[in-house]
């Protein structure tokens, strides 16, 4: 599977948004981090906020909430491509299975999240049904934290049972531990800082592109 880079809206400029994502259309996915202030401290934005949003690229909503099944509806109206709750949210398996399906009847696919100090144990109920894997690099709710590499080994790991199964990886990823994070078997990258922190959005998308060559 080729690598995909997956900008983070949460560090853009929000007053700009839609020239913000215009300078991120070379990437392959985006990213929406919605933060409900209970799952997470911190609270972002709804689907409002995509609702007049020009893009090409494929949406992949990382639902950072406590309740994901009272958010998907509004996200799968936008066309998302991707939703994704998280193990630590929804523990119970059938309701796993449940918002799964549902995500899926949407027509869109469905990966769950794990924090950084949450076994994969956590997801063997599931991991073989999701669609993606998504490993939090850093705490989840706030953009620009530091990359965390205790969690490489979780991604070693489920990349040696599972060669097939995308898996994404989420925080404090710039073109150092981007490398670090394909190594280790890493496909999908999330960036938020690195990308819309740097003068030139297209650029820094490129080198993070090159972590995968
Ligand atoms: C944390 C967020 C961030 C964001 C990426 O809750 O999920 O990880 O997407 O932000 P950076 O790349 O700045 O860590």
Not at 82 to 94: G, L, R, S, Y
């Amino acid at each position: 599977m080729s690598l995909l880079i997956t900008p983070s809206i949460l560090s853009a400029d929000l007053t700009h948004l839609q020239e913000e994502v215009d300078f991120v259309r070379s990437a392959d996915w985006l990213q929406v981090d919605v933060m409900d202030g209970h799952f997470v401290k911190n609270i972002s934005f709804g689907a409002p906020v995509l609702k007049n949003l020009r893009t090409s690229l494929p949406l992949d909503i990382h639902l950072m909430v406590s309740n994901p099944a009272d958010r998907i509806d509004e996200f799968l109206k936008l066309g998302a491509k991707n939703i994704t709750f998280h193990a630590e949210a929804v523990t119970d398996t059938a309701a796993r299975q449940n918002l799964m399906e549902r995500i899926r009847a949407g027509g869109a696919n469905v990966g769950i999240a794990l924090n950084p100090g949450t076994s994969p144990i956590a997801i063997d109920d599931i991991v073989e049904e999701v669609d993606l894997v998504l490993i939090m690099s850093v705490e989840p709710g706030f953009g620009g934290q530091s990359f965390l590499p205790s969690v490489l080994k979780k991604v070693t790991a489920l990349r040696k049972k599972f060669p097939e199964l995308m898996i994404q990886m989420d925080g404090g990823i710039d073109d150092v531990t981007a490398q670090e994070c394909v190594k280790a078997g890493a496909d999908n990258l999330v960036s938020g800082s690195y990308i819309f922190q740097s003068a030139n959005r297209a650029a820094a998308i490129k080198n993070l592109r090159a972590a995968g060559q």
